[in-house]
């Protein structure tokens, strides 16, 4: 019981850190609206950047990158991260190590002032209509063919209730790969779930967090379902090797 009073104690304290540093930050990130394209997401990625480290720290949820050799700055990926918690939003445009967006929800555009930071680093989408998948997709293909970004995507879909490593895959991800003639670089975001779980409302816990990423995947002589199969036993086998499993619920 006490726990669960500190928790959200703690995560007020952490509400009121956001928004007193997004107040602050969301003017170079505004700026680099107006820059043209790869620079604009270079002030962006920085910004963010300095602001989540800032902030993590404060809140006693740090954040460590490992295996950053995995990626090669000379090329462009679909990035795919598993997804435990509302806590996995801010960190992959920030801490993944090349220039990157993030397939997102419409909806939390309509956030003030926040909705405003989410829609520049993000490619959006509302689920419930056809129309918006189909331009999303077209929308993610032009990140990587065009402006030359890694586009990232959470292929569950939604957050991970099911206390098992790694829910089932959606196709999306591994169509735009193969579509695009793009490599995979699978990503492993460690310990969100039990500093933001999912089935607790309003409710923060200090914990180190991690984000590791795997060795890419290739694309080459392979269809979307093969990738897709291949990325997910890889990032499963990762997660078993690290004992690991997000809190159930």
């Known amino acids: 019981m006490l726990k669960q009073i500190l928790a959200r104690i703690w995560a007020l304290y952490a509400l009121i850190i956001f928004v007193a540093t997004m107040m602050i930050f969301v003017w170079p990130i505004t700026f680099s609206f107006i820059l043209p394209e790869p620079l604009g997401m270079k002030v962006f990625k920085s910004t ?7 902030f993590l720290w404060l809140i006693g949820c740090p954040m460590r990158v490992v295996h950053g050799e995995h990626y090669n700055p000379q090329h ?4 795919t991260a598993n997804h435990q918690s509302f806590l ?7 801490f993944f190590p090349g220039l990157n967006k993030t397939i997102a929800k419409k909806s939390m ?17 509302d689920r419930s209509s056809d129309g918006s998948r189909r331009s999303s997709f077209e929308a993610m293909k032009r ?3 065009k ?3 890694n586009m990232a995507v959470y292929p569950e879909g939604t957050r991970n209730r099911t206390g098992k490593p790694l829910k089932d895959f959606y196709d999306g991800a591994f169509r735009l790969a ?3 003639r793009k490599d995979i670089i699978p990503v492993i975001i460690f310990n969100t779930a039990f500093a933001l779980p999912p089935s607790k409302f309003f409710y923060l816990w200090p914990h180190k967090l991690e984000m590791h990423l795997l060795p890419p995947i290739t694309h080459a002589g392979k269809n979307f379902k093969q990738l897709k199969e291949e990325t997910h036993a890889a990032m499963q086998q990762y997660l078993l090797d690290h004992d690991y499993a997000p809190p159930k619920g």
């Open 48 to 54: 963010s950047g300095f602001w989540m480290r800032g």
């Open 178 to 180: 193969a579509d695009c």
């Open 109 to 125: 555009a309509r956030i003030p002032f926040f909705g405003w930071i989410y829609t520049r680093g993000s490619v959006l989408v």
């Open 147 to 149: 402006e030359n970004i």
């Open 76 to 79: 462009n990926y679909v990035v």
């Open 88 to 94: 996995d939003v801010p960190l992959l445009t920030p």
């Open 143 to 145: 990140v990587l063919l």
